[in-house]
């Protein structure tokens, strides 16, 4: 059974040193009781006092791994019901779907396993394949020759998978899936290999009573399917099973969840799948490899799954544009991601050359950082400086973002000798401005 805030406390410390964030170890245990934070936070707890808290420490959703020659996909250890309260954790894997009856299996899985995008200095692609196993154990073999990673075995015949799984040694694979009338022989192929398990039932009161049942027989790791006729009743249910595993710590519902985003059709794919991803689902399983479908839901995880506190930041430093010269001009931005890329692509493309000093604002829009303090006229001073500007340039001229242009005065005297210039508060006037003020 689950602790108290109170019982909590007495196993803490009790020093009140603060760096849990927290003011006092009473505060942190009571956000330790509601699942709130992690033991971890806690530098000085005793050995002894970890175990007692093992229960309490633990995330209300179980940590799910999947792992394939080298790859590895973490998903579970959520510890909110919305982001904004803390932080989402592990993103949701995204997996293509493929049949093993298919001749034109390997040249389809090498296509999608290829796809890369880069969005704001980020690479991303799909997490792995779910082989639809069709009586054909050779699948797995077929697929692992074009691929490093991760799968998801589909198939109800308990003899396919043991030796199917057999061809995968040493890598953690997910089942799917058991239900009341194959657990048994299912879960003792997981337990065989090691393997996580899907479950699925029709109702949230039979989905925790199979996973008793699974767990009886010695496997921890599973993954729910939590059914549903349509896409309302399946968002009620990962809602209600969230919630219960969040507040009610109630273990059996405590697991990731997986979603087959075509299970009403293809012209609805991309909607369904863009709902499991905000929705809970730990896998997000589509039929479909289109790019113009796989991008936009790879943009929404990573927006869906970035720590709000925490936005989006590039390294700090000096940045080369098309090849800049001594005299080529200096512009100044923030380390926000989008403000960095913004600025970057808008000269890049121009093909005018440019030196681009970012300088460390937190993370934070020209605007924001300045509103804040984490962008003034000794930053950018301390940045030119640090970053060896004055050795790559002959000119020295810097351009200030044109929403901060009340900060050019500051700048000078911050910096002697050199020319202070306020560029357009839009990146996309960068090239005009450039051409027409800066030669």
Request: charged share 25%.
């Given at each position: 059974?689950?602790?108290?805030?109170?019982?909590?406390?007495?196993?803490?410390?009790?020093?009140?040193?603060?760096?849990?964030?927290?003011?006092?170890?009473?505060?942190?245990?009571?956000?330790?009781?509601?699942?709130?934070?992690?033991?971890?936070?806690?530098?000085?707890?005793?050995?002894?006092?970890?175990?007692?808290?093992?229960?309490?420490?633990?995330?209300?959703?179980?940590?799910?791994?999947l792992r394939a020659n080298g790859t590895e996909l973490k998903v579970g250890n959520e510890v909110v019901m919305?982001?904004?309260?803390?932080?989402?954790?592990?993103?949701?894997?995204?997996?293509?779907?493929?049949?093993?009856?298919?001749?034109?299996?390997?040249?389809?899985?090498?296509?999608?396993?290829?796809?890369?995008?880069?969005?704001?200095?980020?690479?991303?692609?799909?997490?792995?394949?779910?082989?639809?196993?069709?009586?054909?154990?050779?699948?797995?073999?077929?697929?692992?020759?074009?691929?490093?990673?991760?799968?998801?075995?589909?198939?109800?015949?308990?003899?396919?998978?043991?030796?199917?799984?057999?061809?995968?040694?040493?890598?953690?694979?997910?089942?799917?899936?058991?239900?009341?009338?194959?657990?048994?022989?299912?879960?003792?192929?997981?337990?065989?290999?090691?393997?996580?398990?899907?479950?699925?039932?029709?109702?949230l009161e039979a989905l925790a009573d199979l996973t008793q049942k699974v767990q009886a027989r010695g496997v921890?790791?599973?993954?729910?399917?939590?059914?549903?006729?349509?896409?309302?009743?399946?968002?009620?249910?990962?809602?209600?099973?969230?919630?219960?595993?969040?507040?009610?710590?109630?273990?059996?519902?405590?697991?990731?969840?997986?979603?087959?985003?075509?299970?009403?059709?293809?012209?609805?794919?991309?909607?369904?799948?863009?709902?499991?991803?905000?929705?809970?689902?730990?896998?997000?399983?589509?039929?479909?490899?289109?790019?113009?479908?796989?991008?936009?839901?790879?943009?929404?995880?990573?927006?869906?799954?970035?720590?709000?506190?925490?936005?989006?930041?590039?390294?700090?430093?000096?940045?080369?544009?098309?090849?800049?010269?001594?005299?080529?001009?200096?512009?100044?931005?923030?380390?926000?991601?989008?403000?960095?890329?913004?600025?970057?692509?808008?000269?890049?493309?121009?093909?005018?050359?440019?030196?681009?000093?970012?300088?460390?604002?937190?993370?934070?829009?020209?605007?924001?950082?300045?509103?804040?303090?984490?962008?003034?006229?000794?930053?950018?001073?301390?940045?030119?400086?640090?970053?060896?500007?004055?050795?790559?340039?002959?000119?020295?001229?810097?351009?200030?973002?044109?929403?901060?242009?009340?900060?050019?005065?500051?700048?000078?005297?911050?910096?002697?000798?050199?020319?202070?210039r306020v560029g357009p508060r839009e990146a996309v006037d960068l090239p005009a401005f450039m051409k027409q003020?800066?030669?």
């Amino acid at each position: 059974m689950a602790l108290s805030g109170i019982q909590i406390y007495k196993l803490l410390p009790q020093t009140n040193c603060k760096e849990c964030s927290f003011p006092t170890c009473l505060a942190f245990a009571m956000k330790l009781a509601a699942k709130q934070v992690e033991l971890s936070a806690c530098p000085y707890v005793s050995e002894e006092s970890k175990k007692q808290l093992a229960e309490s420490a633990a995330p209300p959703i179980r940590l799910i791994s999947l792992r394939a020659n080298g790859t590895e996909l973490k998903v579970g250890n959520e510890v909110v019901m919305f982001r904004h309260e803390k932080t989402f954790y592990n993103k949701p894997g995204l997996f293509l779907r493929v049949k093993a009856s298919d001749p034109d299996l390997a040249k389809k899985v090498a296509a999608a396993d290829a796809y890369k995008v880069n969005y704001v200095g980020m690479d991303f692609s799909i997490d792995g394949f779910a082989i639809e196993l069709d009586g054909n154990p050779e699948a797995a073999k077929t697929v692992r020759s074009v691929t490093k990673r991760p799968l998801i075995l589909i198939g109800n015949d308990a003899a396919a998978l043991d030796s199917t799984l057999s061809q995968l040694a040493g890598e953690s694979t997910l089942i799917y899936a058991a239900d009341s009338s194959n657990h048994e022989s299912l879960a003792d192929v997981a337990k065989k290999h090691k393997a996580i398990l899907a479950v699925k039932a029709d109702s949230l009161e039979a989905l925790a009573d199979l996973t008793q049942k699974v767990q009886a027989r010695g496997v921890e790791d599973m993954v729910l399917d939590l059914g549903g006729k349509n896409l309302g009743e399946w968002l009620t249910r990962s809602t209600q099973a969230r919630r219960l595993a969040l507040k009610s710590n109630f273990k059996p519902l405590g697991y990731p969840t997986i979603f087959f985003a075509a299970q009403n059709g293809l012209d609805k794919e991309a909607v369904y799948a863009s709902q499991a991803i905000t929705k809970y689902a730990g896998f997000v399983v589509i039929d479909t490899f289109a790019p113009e479908m796989i991008y936009p839901l790879l943009v929404l995880r990573e927006n869906i799954y970035t720590d709000p506190q925490k936005p989006i930041q590039v390294q700090p430093g000096i940045y080369e544009i098309n090849s800049p010269k001594p005299d080529s001009p200096v512009l100044v931005t923030t380390n926000f991601s989008i403000t960095y890329f913004a600025v970057a692509n808008e000269v890049e493309g121009s093909g005018l050359p440019a030196w681009l000093v970012v300088t460390d604002a937190e993370g934070m829009s020209v605007l924001t950082a300045w509103a804040a303090g984490k962008f003034d006229a000794e930053r950018i001073a301390k940045a030119i400086k640090g970053f060896n500007v004055e050795e790559k340039v002959s000119k020295k001229r810097i351009v200030l973002p044109g929403h901060v242009a009340v900060l050019s005065g500051e700048v000078e005297e911050e910096l002697p000798g050199w020319e202070v210039r306020v560029g357009p508060r839009e990146a996309v006037d960068l090239p005009a401005f450039m051409k027409q003020v800066l030669n």
